[in-house]
């Protein structure tokens, strides 16, 4: 397609549809990043080349700090406006679960951006805890302490209810509640209690088993009432404030989210009426990402916005309490995913591609040939239109006895290379042929995704994609330049760790999961770069070290009218080092390094190395131990 422009690529890739007004494509072919999801732009090329004149290493993570703000912004405007319009008598008071992302500069936007609604915090393990105590500062915004917990996790939960906090502890199970009573006892200080109740109501997609009566988290309906006579019998029953629950992370099903909030609103209504003085409902997580862009009840999309999510969770609570007579709650929410997801890129380099085959390369058979490879010849030659099924099957045919044949000996390399490359050839023909066509012959969708190429990338998918590998999440993933282009091959991604499973072979797509991925046929000597979007929840901290391959760089990013490019570059993180991350297996680099330059002075003593030759040779051994863990093509793309 000689005239395929922006607009195609915006098509071909449902940028539009996945990118929630924050991306899009220029009239350069370049993917841009909207932070406000109107009038400034972000070059991601631009970026690309700040940071090779930074001598920043790729993979790199680019964070865009206006955007997150802005995440935090309309997910209250959403709650407020819902809480307006329905004449509801409550309000919202969300909090940021750390675990989405503990990135301290992240942690740290979101808390300045929260600041007017009063947005607060959620931690679910000491150090989260200790972390967030540290960081909040508005006594109006709630801590909301998850988790099974230790004496020291309550002790330092309490310390700040001492300093003024509101820091909620939700019991998980009844020995929980004992122990908190006993510790505040004792420190003399009054708790703010919530309980988590385990609901019947179940979630659905990926993490559907974090919510049900079988999940690993909360009290039973026969557990909350012993709970309620255990802080009656303390004198403590007012210190109950909230019900919590959670239904499961990225829920796909609108419909699930509001049984869930009614099923809560009722336990809410009727723990208020057995004499506790509860103002808050923590509706937990679950508010979804579209990750495909198809809002359907697909594991990686939404049949729902966030405005029907508010509005729903408004209504729903409004209606039970309402019925019940009981005052509308403070509401909570934990929507970790649906606020970090879109502020983070990952741009990989891709340095190699295997190809199949190549269409044009002539195959010219030697006097000598086995007749086989003059009968698949005959196919490619006369190659019918008409029958092109018929001549599918005849060259398949035809490979494998060929391969029978090489199994045998019967058969040589050259003649077995032979027979593959003209099959390879009709292949492609016959892939061609039904590309345009309306009904594709499922046979045919086979052979093209094993016509796929593989494209090299620099960079872990156990470390950057670790909820790809370990439970199939998709990511949007495209091009971030040459979109002006035609993308004319399809492939696979593979990274650089020593495991087969390290790849990308499922991609989004608005009817489906593709295979494959249009892309451009790479060129050696030319940098090629492609982004994985929506990919800022969980994945920066859950990350493996898998080859010793560490973290990445990153750069974050603030956007500034004073500025000529419109933006300016508040941080660079640097990634892992070699060394760094041997330290962290108990490797200690000095050991290492001592250990080189015994083994080099046996060498120069065996006469086997020159001391100038050994010096330098240990000199770069120490110097390696220094470098960013991934492979670095920038010698490559100068020669190129």
Sequence with gaps: MTNFDSGDALALYNVDRWGGGYFGINAAGHVVVKPKRNGEQIDLMEIVREARSRSLQFPLVVRFHDLLRDRVEIINVAFAEAISEMGYGGVYRGVFPIKVNQL???VEEIMDAGHPWHFGIEAGSKPELLAALSLHSDPDSLVICNGYKDTSFIENALLGRKLGKKVILVVEKLEELVHVL????????????????????????????????????????????????????????????????????QVPDIRTIKRATREAARFYAKLSKMGHALGYLDVGGGLGVDYDGSRTTFDSST??????YARDIVYTVMEVCDSESVPHPTLVSESGRAIVAHHSVLIVETF?????????????????????????????????????????????????????????????????ARVETIYWQIA?????????????????????????DQYLCNFSVFQS?????????LFPVMPIHRLNEFPDRNATLVDITCDSD?????????????????????????????GFFLAGAYQDIMGDLHNLFGRVNEMHIYLDEDEDSGYYVEEVLPGSTVGQVLSLTQWDVNELARRMKAQTDAAIKSDRLKPSEAMRLLDDYEKSLTLYTYLNFDDQHQKG
């Design 104 to 106: 301290r500069e992240v």
């Design 182 to 249: 006993r510790v505040s006892k004792e420190m003399g200080v009054e708790p703010m209690i919530g309980l988590r109740v385990r609901l019947l109501s179940k979630g659905a997609g990926k993490w559907a088993t974090s919510g049900g009566e079988n999940a690993k988290f909360g009290l039973s309906t026969a557990d909350l009432v012993e709970a309620s006579d255990m802080l009656h019998a303390a004198g403590l029953a007012h210190c109950l404030n909230l019900v919590h629950f959670h239904v499961g992370s």
């Design 303 to 308: 049949n729902y916005s966030l405005n029907e």
């Design 352 to 416: 190699g591609s295997i190809e199949k085959n190549s269409r044009n390369e002539p195959v010219v058979p030697a006097p000598d040939d086995p007749q086989i490879v003059s009968d698949i010849l005959e196919i490619r030659n006369d190659f019918n239109k008409k029958n092109r099924l018929e001549n599918l099957h005849d060259a398949q045919e035809i490979r494998e006895r060929a391969q029978s044949m090489f199994d045998l000996g019967m058969l040589d390399l050259r003649a077995k």
């Design 428 to 452: 492609e023909s016959i892939v061609e042929i039904f590309r345009t066509m309306r009904y594709i012959p499922e046979e045919v969708k086979e052979m093209e995704v094993a016509l796929g």
């Design 465 to 473: 994609l670790l909820d790809h590998w370990a439970l199939g999440q």
């Design 502 to 530: 390290g790849k990308v072979a499922k991609f989004v797509d608005l009817q489906d999961v593709k295979e494959t991925l249009p892309l451009h046929r790479w060129k050696p000597g030319q940098p090629y770069y492609i």
